[in-house]
């Protein structure tokens, strides 16, 4: 009798148990592998009991789904789960898993698998089926119907977040990491993109297009569409999102020429994004469309004149003028966004040792586009003449205003104030008189402006967003969200515009 006792302690003290709670929860796990599980399955009649006694320790204020899903001890990305208690990363949930070990070792009993979205009790690990964890899921993985989407410009409700505060979807912060507060302003600008935001928010548009194999420009596509639905997430625990995964893909896919460490340029990384999700989107340069070039592509006429060298007699310019390798050529070509020149910022100061800050109205500077001012373009070897006219308004115009210029020492930023009206800015004059008839719409609205402020390589960006809902301006930078009034947006050194064409008689937005 003894002897059968010290080898039942024996074996309790080998496979882990300790007291008999220990010895009636085994008990129960085996009876639920046995008879509750067929083939690694629940039967239906399970079902039913799998409600856990632990779900009150579930802590959705620490849980954090914006960060790649890396098991925080092995930096593994295969077969991930989130302690639903501390919010860490783990890897399997097997006996000598890091899950299994972190809920034996912290008493840490929920855990939810990041890519089935399936609930598990740990160490007993068995499946929780319950209707109140559906808000964790749908943090993670936002959804959208037809209908939501279509609704999304006519709200002006505020959500609120877990922590008590309230947003708008849509008019949310962006974490900066260290300095990718460039690639933030970018992003929230695209986001409040109404066709570009509605094509990615809802991911049958785009989950079949199909690529090469070892293709990791497909991944661009796939963050852009989870960060959009984050943004626009009605039920986010807070009111921000971390951008982190979205720009590992851009460090990835731009074999870092674009960094979270280190503070880029707005347009450049507009320019490579643009073109890089048309790309990944199955978009070619001619034929092949896609949403990006639905939105956002125009078409102009480009024409270039040879001009001699300036330092050649005058008789011999005009010998040459006369050559076909000086006459004026024409080429239609694409744009994803208009580059705007100003004029040269002063040099001096005025009599009160004070440097004037120039001002130039936005007609002043489109100037540029109506087929008759010419612009002079230096190479190394030979000077060009060259004129632009519009011969196709996009639906969404994106200006660029180009205030850095590169020489070889340093980069100089021209301070210039460009004045422009938040609505009704007319194109029709910049287009070609044939095309004039066949474009009925060409009056725009800004709907995104955003502001370079400081020095050319260590100033910070914000941006102006206009929230179709409530018809109010917004500014963000960063964390930050505040409203702000029509009149202070044209005082900003604005960087990038996207402006709106006004289809039929839409009405005007509030405030302008």
């Known amino acids: ?10 074996n309790r003290m080998e496979t882990g148990i300790r007291s008999k709670a220990d010895a009636h929860r085994l008990c129960v796990s085996a009876h639920a592998q046995k008879g509750g599980m067929r083939y690694g399955r629940f039967d239906p009649e399970d ?15 620490v849980l954090d789904f914006d960060f790649e899903k890396l098991c925080s001890i092995s930096l593994s990305h295969i077969n991930v789960y989130a302690c639903l208690v501390c919010g860490k990363y783990f890897q399997g949930r097997g006996l000598k898993s890091h899950a299994y070990i972190h809920s034996v070792q912290f008493s840490h009993h929920v855990f939810l698998n990041l890519h089935t979205l399936k609930f598990y009790c740990l160490p007993d690990n068995y499946e929780i089926i319950d209707s109140s964890l559906e808000d964790i899921t749908y943090v993670l993985k936002p959804t959208f119907t037809k209908q939501q989407i279509a609704n999304l410009d006519k709200q002006a409700k505020l959500s609120r977040a877990y922590d008590g505060t309230t947003y708008l979807p849509g008019i949310v912060g962006l974490n900066n990491i260290k300095a990718n507060d460039y690639a933030n302003a970018v992003l929230q600008a695209l ?5 570009l935001r509605n094509y990615f928010l809802e991911e049958d548009n785009y989950k079949s297009i199909q690529r090469p194999p070892g293709d990791i420009m497909f991944l661009l596509v796939q963050r852009f569409g ?23 893909a851009v460090v990835l896919c731009s074999k870092k020429n674009f960094q979270i460490t280190k503070q880029g340029d707005g347009v450049d990384f507009l320019s490579w994004f643009l073109n890089a999700l048309h790309a990944a989107l199955g978009g070619t340069k001619r034929k092949k469309k896609t949403i990006v070039t639905d939105v956002f592509q125009g078409s102009m006429r480009i024409f270039t004149k040879k001009l001699p060298h300036p330092d050649l007699p005058a008789e011999e310019k005009e010998q040459l003028l006369l050559n076909t390798e000086y006459q004026e050529t024409m080429v239609e070509s694409t744009f994803m966004y208009l580059t705007l020149d100003l004029p040269t910022a002063p040099l001096y100061k005025d009599e009160k040792e004070q440097l004037i800050i120039p001002q130039v109205p936005l007609f002043n500077i489109l100037a540029k586009f109506n087929g008759i001012t010419e612009k002079e373009y230096k190479t190394y070897k030979e000077n060009f003449l060259k004129r632009f006219q519009l011969t196709r308004l996009p639906p969404y115009l994106i200006f660029c205003i180009k205030r850095f210029t590169k020489n070889n020492f340093f980069v100089e930023k021209n301070p210039t104030i460009v004045n422009f009206p938040i609505t009704n800015v007319d194109l029709r004059e910049y287009l070609s008189e044939e095309v004039q008839a066949t474009h009925i719409h060409t009056t725009y609205d800004l709907i995104a402006n955003i502001v370079h402020d400081g020095k050319p390589s260590e100033g ?14 917004y500014e963000l930078q960063d964390l930050q969200v505040t409203d702000i009034l029509p009149q202070m947006i044209t005082l900003s050194e604005a960087y990038i515009q996207i402006w709106k064409r006004r289809e039929d008689e839409e009405t005007i937005q509030q405030g302008a």
């Open 1 to 10: 009798m003894y002897e059968r006792h010290q080898r039942g302690n024996a």
């Open 47 to 61: 079902r039913r009991s799998r409600h856990c006694p632990y779900l009150d320790t579930i802590n959705r204020s």
């Open 191 to 195: 986001s409040n993109v109404p066709p």
């Open 226 to 248: 989870e960060l959009m639905r984050k943004l626009w997430n009605p039920r986010n625990f807070k009111a921000h999102v971390s951008p982190h995964e979205m720009l590992q």
């Open 460 to 473: 910070s960006y914000r941006i102006h967003v206009l929230h179709h809902g409530t018809g109010k301006w």
